[in-house]
């Protein structure tokens, strides 16, 4: 496992511009629109971290060299936990490190932003229990078009049942209200526990995948 | 036994896999065959790194279609058209390993890198093929696995820097170790092997002791008459062409014996290639 962590740490490393780039962007927004962009730039900063995630995918595929990596002792189940581990800390990396920032200029909002944070923060990991199963199974440049093919997907089926079933929208907004009235440690313990829940199933899928792969 | 194949069979739309073979402690296998005779489909499927139709394989002892993890460690390999990210460099692929293998000599490894004039910091992208050949087998020779499987891996070198691997090879070699190699080099094979597989269309067509086939085996050239009265039982292979015909035999001293009128030869790993795998 700590192979594989220092293999996709090195190869991310090499994306120090990219790396630069969003920390910039994210120093910028930060200044010019503070009011409304401390959970956009924790956002910002946490999807993009999963970028580099990705990247690590292509560089796997790059010249076949995932064929040399499993030729090592790692069998398919290695490779898919080091996978959600290395995204999980990269997540855990950018919330942290803009939370951090933004507590270090603006200590008196702290609270607020580390609640923002946290809830990016879960977000992201159902994120990349999406994300990661396509990416083992189509690839990084194919994963991409099919991670677009189902967000549109989404949009169409959710407008679809809107337009079918009228009061679709404003349904699932009750329920969404009705849940964010509970009480703060019930929605966190079920948040969490839905996170778990849907990385364990990710997870899975992901392992099977692997296990029919071949090279 | 380290590694033991029976009828392990893949098809694909247009080949077919069915290889048996095995490899024992102490000894160097050959493999030899065409291009797209299976050899590296047969590294890969010992590996796990295909999905076998049929068959057994048996490593270190336990059957198992998937390969352990545990198995993997034992095992250093090579393979011809892969290697680490273009983008590691040396000192990181020994961090990588050096995490990955239990008993990775990392010290070895880098001392080794660094006789071989391998750059340890620059990115494996601006190798040339003959320094990824190099890095590729010392990174299977230096953690001391029991079994070698070696697919092409002195393709790309140069004669002087071929002998030097096959010498590491060859210093690597104990009782408890055994190594698979594929080349196409023969010579390769014939001052190393101490047995070989001849390969065609997915098949084992001969296995043989290189001692025995370069002492035993020979060469017959033969007339259209020649031929027609000649004892064929000792004959593996034949090739004919306008004038004669030129055939193999298993049997060279038989024929030296009984057929004094008709050319016979040694023949060289080349010869029963060209007439068995043609």
């Known amino acids: 496992m700590k192979g594989l962590l220092l293999k996709d740490f090195y190869l991310t490393i090499q994306k120090k511009k990219f790396m630069l780039i969003i920390l910039f962007v994210a120093g910028f927004l930060l200044y010019t629109q503070r009011e409304a962009g401390i959970a956009f730039v924790i956002s910002y900063v946490s999807v993009l971290s999963m970028e580099l995630v990705l990247s690590t995918f292509t560089a796997d595929e790059f010249d076949r060299s995932i064929v040399c990596l499993m030729t090592l002792p790692v069998d398919s189940s290695l490779y898919v936990t080091e996978k959600y581990l290395f995204s999980f800390l990269c997540g855990l990396t950018g919330c942290f490190f803009t939370t951090a920032v933004c507590a270090a200029l603006w200590p008196s909002d702290i609270r607020a932003t580390a609640v923002q944070s946290a809830i990016v923060f879960v977000i992201l990991v159902l994120f990349q229990s999406i994300v990661l199963p396509i990416q083992i199974k189509f690839g990084s440049e194919k994963g991409r078009i099919a991670l677009l093919i189902m967000v549109i997907c989404g949009v169409a089926i959710v407008s679809l049942f809107d337009r079918i079933f009228v009061g679709f929208l404003p349904a699932i907004e009750t329920v969404i209200n009705s849940v964010a009235g509970l009480h703060p440690a019930v929605l966190l313990t079920a948040v969490i526990g839905l996170a778990l829940l849907c990385i364990l199933i990710s997870w899975t899928v992901s392992r099977k995948i692997m296990d029919k792969k071949s090279y | ?278």
């Open chain 2, 1 to 278: 036994m380290l590694l033991r194949l029976e009828h392990v069979q893949k098809t694909y739309d247009t080949f077919a896999l069915d290889v048996s073979m095995q490899i024992e402690e102490g000894k160097i296998s050959g493999l030899i065959g065409a291009n797209g005779a299976g050899k590296s489909t047969t590294i890969k499927a010992i590996l796990g790194l295909i999905q076998t139709d049929s068959g057994t394989i048996e490593r270190f002892g336990k059957q198992g279609k998937m390969i352990s993890v545990s198995e993997k460690q034992k095992i250093g390999t090579v393979l011809s058209e892969n290697t680490f990210s273009m983008m590691l460099n040396v000192t990181q692929i020994a961090n990588i390993l050096n995490n990955v293998y239990p008993h990775f000599e990392k010290e070895i490894f880098l001392r080794k890198c660094e006789a071989y004039k391998l750059p340890l910091t620059q990115e494996l992208k601006e190798f040339s093929t003959g320094m990824k050949a190099k890095l590729k087998l010392l990174s299977a020779l230096c953690h001391n696995a029991s079994l070698l499987l070696l697919d092409e891996p002195t393709v790309g070198l140069d004669a002087i820097t071929r002998n030097e691997l096959l010498n590491e090879l060859r210093a690597y070699m104990k009782d408890d170790k055994g190594i698979l190699i594929s080349s196409h080099i023969s010579s390769d094979l014939e001052g190393l092997c101490d047995d070989l597989y001849f390969m065609k269309d997915g098949k084992i067509v001969l296995h043989e002791d290189t001692d025995l086939l370069l002492s035993s085996y020979g060469i017959l050239k033969v007339s259209k008459e020649q031929y027609r009265n000649l004892d064929r039982k000792y004959i593996l292979a034949e090739q004919q062409d306008v004038y004669s015909t030129i055939l193999l035999t298993n049997e060279r001293q038989f024929y030296l014996d009984n057929y004094r009128d008709i050319v016979v030869e040694k023949s060289s790993i080349d010869d029963v290639m060209l007439l068995l795998l043609k």
